[in-house]
T-cell receptor, first 114, second 115 residues
Framework: GENVEQHPSTLSVQEGDSAVIKCTYSDSASNYFPWYKQELGKGPQLIIDIRSNVGEKKDQRIAVTLNKTAKHFSLHITETQPEDSAVYFCAASRGYNQGGKLIFGQGTELSVKP | EAGVAQSPRYKIIEKRQSVAFWCNPISGHATLYWYQQILGQGPKLLIQFQNNGVVDDSQLPKDRFSAERLKGVDSTLKIQPAKLEDSAVYLC?????????????FGEGSRLTVL
């Protein structure tokens, strides 16, 4: 079945450094790739998403890249701040008309040290 | 705008007992999802409703889990009888647009501990 692998499971960086989280997916029909941030005791919150007709998308300090040929996508956070500390999940899905559901990766716990 | 509301936030039960979780989605959101999040893992879809019809329940353990969405608004997820492996956070989410291709808005979750 569909699967999304996410690495690393934990990531510790110094404030101001960059952080990169990588995901691979198995379903070649996937065309929507969101990233969610989950703070302790809260539900996940969408931070950025990308669709298969785009190779890169940026929103201030965060960016996502997509390589459809290799079936992998990555989240890049620049100039990290302590408030970026959280668990980050990647996900992938097919379009609605293709019966898709959102499949989440296992999560990356990011710790930004002041 | 009010977010997705869930209750109770915490529940502790003995195995073989039953439990029910309630969710009120964001007003106007046609699609409602129940996810199970086991500690240290990503959310896993249990069931998805479009209005009050079931779109996907392929990963719902139907021998013990049931869910309903009356009148296309609120939803209830029930577990009976509970097993130790059901200990998890149960997340409810809703979305406005086409399912699975736009932003999901999650509630804070209901944490279940089965002893």
């Amino acid at each position: 079945g569909e699967n999304v692998e996410q690495h690393p499971s934990t990531l510790s960086v110094q404030e101001g450094d960059s952080a990169v989280i990588k995901c691979t997916y198995s379903d070649s029909a996937s065309n929507y790739f969101p990233w969610y941030k989950q703070e302790l005791g809260k539900g996940p919150q969408l931070i950025i998403d990308i669709r298969s007709n785009v190779g890169e998308k940026k929103d201030q300090r965060i960016a996502v890249t997509l390589n459809k040929t290799a079936k992998h996508f990555s989240l890049h956070i620049t100039e990290t701040q302590p408030e970026d500390s959280a668990v980050y999940f990647c996900a992938a899905s097919r379009g609605y008309n293709q019966g898709g559901k959102l499949i989440f990766g296992q999560g990356t716990e990011l710790s930004v040290k002041p | 705008e009010a977010g997705v509301a869930q209750s109770p936030r915490y529940k502790i039960i003995e195995k073989r007992q039953s439990v029910a979780f309630w969710c009120n989605p964001i007003s106007g959101h046609a699609t409602l999802y129940w996810y199970q999040q086991i500690l240290g893992q990503g959310p896993k879809l249990l069931i998805q409703f479009q209005n009050n019809g079931v779109v996907d329940d392929s990963q719902l353990p139907k021998d013990r889990f049931s869910a309903e969405r009356l009148k296309g608004v609120d939803s209830t997820l029930k577990i009976q009888p509970a097993k130790l492996e059901d200990s998890a956070v149960y997340l409810c989410a809703s979305s406005f647009g086409t399912p699975n291709t736009g932003e999901l808005f999650f509630g804070e979750g209901s944490r279940l501990t089965v002893l």
